[in-house]
């Protein structure tokens, strides 16, 4: 059974850097991709990176294009999502996702103005 298990949340000031990470096990085949989204309370999940274990494309968000970078180590299966310059809107609970129905738990980040 795959399993994802997020963290690296927690609180940082406007301009400050965050890493989550996504480690992830059981999976079957080398052919799948890791992505990140994330959701505020009333809105819908929003996808925000995706990273293909195969080919390595990287997909990001225009919210977050330039200063969000999602790469993937390889010896632990575990996916990062490396925050930079966060801003308060990018304040949400962030999930890890294998596309195919499996979610981490979820992992709050929130920036303060």
């Known amino acids: 059974e795959v399993q994802l298990q997020a963290c690296g949340g927690g609180l940082v000031q406007a301009g400050g850097s965050l890493r989550l990470s996504c480690a992830a096990s059981?999976?079957?085949?080398?052919?799948?991709?890791i992505g990140w989204f994330r959701q505020v309370p009333g809105k819908e999940r929003e996808p925000i990176a995706c990273?293909?274990?195969?080919?390595?494309?990287?997909y990001y968000a225009n919210s977050v294009k330039g200063r969000f970078t999602i790469f993937t180590d390889s010896a632990s299966n575990t996916v990062y999502l490396q925050m930079n310059s966060l801003k308060p809107e990018d304040t949400a609970v962030y999930y890890c996702t294998d596309y195919q129905g499996y979610w981490g738990q979820g992992t709050l980040v929130t920036v303060s103005s």
């Open positions: 059981g999976f079957t085949s080398d052919d799948h991709a």
């Open positions: 990273i293909g274990s195969s080919d390595g494309m990287e």
